[in-house]
């Protein structure tokens, strides 16, 4: 590897040593390993050691990282770091009584002050990861036999590795239940398993482990991770109102849970169409939780907001957005553009079009066909008019729709010199305009006795 090369771990490696030892561990052999490192006329220092076997060769060929260790180790003190990195190469590698033989060394060196809770961390890990729960748990047991107490940070790191296996909550559960009158738990190891409960979509489950939290740990305002599982929970199992009770309960004891909570519950208020309490949920968590809203949040919130008519609230919403570094894109304010269509406020549509404009914002195909037909049936054909020279400014497509509307309108109201202008540049557009608009068309030229003007459209129609 050059000096310019890059690690395994695909970061820029510094370290000429380091890169020379791990183009041997890449190249060679493990039975050769020790023999090509005592050849290469360069010496380990213990950081070496360290960056050498966290690097994805020795986890890929851990063969041949145990001879790099033991070729380092006549020259340098591992540090406890490298001893750790070393069980969890062989545990990863599923390589269990080395990882025990090396655990065992650690024990003999500098009066067994190497092993600690982190080295049992990755004995859990490993044994969990290959569905080895029943190990982990011995493991767990036979701490006291290199010198560490069994405590609540032990306890987590066990519990955390179960629940990552897919399915082993109720496992999980089952090791604290025994355990839970030795080792005392802490708010963490109720998180834990909320979190586990709440991957399973146990509801029930989650209930009776969140009581017994707050009788063993009581209320806890940092302890949001383990509000947060369980509320988020409770509305992913369709249980919305308990979800809502508790986290009342929750309020009064100054604790709320995290955004994820929040995120979920206002999708499902949303969904529901029930704009009352997602304004209440909302409050709570941006004026009381102190949580930041993401995009998404503020999209669906102006949404609900438009859908229900309650357009000053959607607009207050859209100006606080960049106040919390959230920015409105065109899906943000076509939401409101629609808002005000669907709920005939023709006056604030115009207005918030010139504002749409001036953000450099483009209305939808959708939204353009809609305004310009609202404009019309409120009696202002100028707006509609400004709306048609947007979507030929900006080739907004597809056209068809707004064009349909714009001669209809026009027609309406008897306005033929325009007609019959962008009746011309629709064609050459080449937009299709539908039989009944053309036979309108035919109808309102022919009361107006201007058969000629019509027979140039309809020659250039039939030229198409």
């Not at 834990?192 to 409960?197: D, H, K, R, S």
């Not at 549509?349 to 195909?365: I, R």
């Not at 064009?403 to 557009?429: P, Q, S, W």
């Not at 109808?443 to 006795?449: E, L, Q």
Request: negative net charge; glycine residues 6%.
């Amino acid at each position: 590897m050059s000096a310019a090369a890059k690690s395994p771990d695909g970061e820029e490696e510094a370290n000429p040593r380091v890169q020379a030892f791990l183009e041997i561990l890449g190249r060679d052999s493990a039975g050769e390993v020790e023999a090509a490192l005592s050849s290469c006329g360069i010496g380990p220092t213990a950081e070496v050691a360290e960056q050498v076997l966290k690097s994805s060769i020795c986890y890929s060929r851990p063969k041949s990282a145990v001879r790099f260790f033991r070729w380092a180790g006549r020259t340098v003190a591992h540090t406890a770091y490298a001893w750790n990195l070393l069980v969890d190469i062989l545990g990863k590698a599923a390589m269990f009584d080395p990882m025990w033989d090396a655990v065992r060394s650690m024990k003999q060196e500098a009066a067994g002050d190497l092993v600690s809770i982190a080295t049992f961390a990755s004995i859990f890990s490993s044994y969990c990861s290959r569905g080895n729960l029943k190990e982990a748990v011995a493991a767990f047991h036979v701490m006291n036999h290199y010198g560490l107490k069994p405590d609540a940070v032990a306890l987590n790191s066990l519990l955390s590795a179960m629940c990552r296996t897919e399915g082993h909550a109720q496992d999980a559960q089952d090791m604290f239940e025994r355990t839970k009158t030795t080792v005392a738990p802490d708010a963490d190891t109720f998180a834990i398993l909320l979190e586990a409960w709440e991957k399973e979509g146990n509801a029930q489950r989650a209930k009776s482990t969140f009581g017994e939290m707050v009788i063993r740990v009581g209320w806890d305002a940092g302890n949001v991770p383990a509000y947060d599982s369980f509320l988020s929970t409770l509305v992913l199992s369709d249980q919305f109102e308990e979800a809502f009770k508790f986290l009342k309960v929750m309020r009064s004891k100054g604790c709320f849970p995290g955004i994820k909570f929040f995120a979920n519950a206002i999708d499902i208020i949303i969904r529901k169409g029930d704009f009352a309490n997602a304004v209440a949920i909302w409050n709570m968590m941006v004026s009381e939780a102190g949580l930041v809203p993401n995009f998404s949040m503020y999209n669906a919130m102006i949404g609900l907001c438009c859908n229900v008519g309650s357009m000053d609230y959607a607009l207050g919403m859209l100006d606080e957005m960049p106040l919390n570094g959230v920015f409105a894109n065109s899906v943000t304010y076509n939401v409101i553009l629609q808002g005000f269509i669907k709920h005939r406020k023709a006056r604030e549509a115009e207005s918030f079009l010139a504002e749409m404009s001036k953000n450099e914002q483009l209305p939808t195909a959708s939204n353009c066909a809609a305004a310009i037909s609202l404009f019309f049936k409120e009696f202002n054909p100028s707006a509609a008019i400004d709306v048609w020279h947007c979507i030929v400014e900006h080739y907004i497509t597809p056209a068809e729709d707004s064009a349909r509307e714009l001669i209809a309108g026009l027609l309406d109201f008897g306005r033929l010199t325009e007609v019959m202008n962008h009746a011309e540049e629709m064609i050459d557009m080449r937009i299709e305009l539908p039989q009944s608009t053309i036979d309108n068309m035919k109808r309102a030229f022919a009361k107006a006795g201007r058969h000629q003007s019509f027979d140039h459209i309809a020659r250039r129609l039939k030229r198409r």
